[in-house]
């Protein structure tokens, strides 16, 4: 009993450590005061000023832009790269499967110096195309071993049947692989659109001078003190986060409930 106490205990606090900061900052985004340690009252003035400010919302938009376009990109990628490797068999797997996580090990600042003179290299004017490619490249491996994963777990048993019956290796993949592998496919995009919304270091290299995006944006006004504009958009994006994964969640129980019948 004493051991479940205190387990629960130390779950919660976790869980306060984890959340309290954000619930801070969605308290102070409807504060009238400019000042977070001075409460002055209920106020929405905040999000109005949010709302027209043009430069934050411009780099919100490049965020979101290059955000969605970088995790379609893993999805597409690193779903063929996990089943072509799980179709493929040899000495070659463990070795490709361990190649594969090496950008997630490799400090960022390199990573960004590194496509910096690559794209210096080859011409490619910094801006929205430089952005997307370099968050791919450290984005792929997400989904590649979520969806990974997900292999390891399928039950090759169902795709056999299905061949028996005279399904085609095409129909058979879109209709019985697929959907098992779609929470680990989504799990993987949803992962690649937050690490790219957050990233500030690879992105500062690869940026132009007339693209900005959200991190840096917020990184630079750090000089000058952030505006409770900020904590409003952080609010608004927290929101919309949960939003997303509570979607996801029902998504994924309808779809094993589906399965399972």
Avoid at 19 to 25: A, E, G, H, K, R
Avoid at 119 to 147: D, E, N, Q, R, W
Wanted: glycine letters at 6%.
């Amino acid at each position: 009993m004493r051991l479940k106490a205190a387990g629960r205990i130390y779950i919660w606090l976790v869980l306060l450590l984890m959340y309290v900061p954000m619930l801070l900052v969605i308290v102070y985004s409807f504060n009238e005061s400019k000042l977070s340690t001075v409460w002055a009252g209920f106020s929405l003035n905040w999000y109005r000023k949010l709302v027209t400010n043009r430069e934050i919302m411009e780099a919100l938009k490049n965020s979101l832009t290059v955000g969605l376009l970088c995790s379609l990109l893993s999805m597409i990628i690193g779903t063929i790269g996990a089943v072509g490797l799980d179709r493929c068999r040899g000495r070659l797997n463990s070795a490709v499967s361990a190649l594969s996580v090496v950008p997630l090990m490799m400090p960022e600042i390199i990573t960004g110096l590194v496509f910096l003179l690559m794209f210096s290299a080859i011409g490619l004017k910094a801006g929205l195309l430089t952005l997307v490619l370099a968050h791919s490249s450290f984005c792929i491996p997400y989904v590649f071993m979520t969806v990974k994963g997900s292999l390891s777990l399928f039950d090759r048993s169902t795709e056999e049947a299905a061949r028996d019956l005279g399904a085609s290796e095409a129909r058979t993949f879109a209709e019985i692989t697929m959907p098992q592998l779609l929470p680990g496919i989504v799990s993987g995009g949803l992962l690649s659109f937050a690490m790219s919304m957050d990233d500030v270091v690879i992105s500062f290299f690869v940026t132009g001078p007339k693209t900005n995006t959200l991190p840096i944006k917020i990184y630079s006004q750090m000089k000058m003190g952030v505006t409770p504009e900020i904590n409003a958009l952080c609010t608004l994006m927290f929101l919309f986060t949960l939003a997303a994964v509570i979607l996801f969640a029902a998504v994924t129980d309808k779809q094993r409930k589906k399965m399972k019948n």
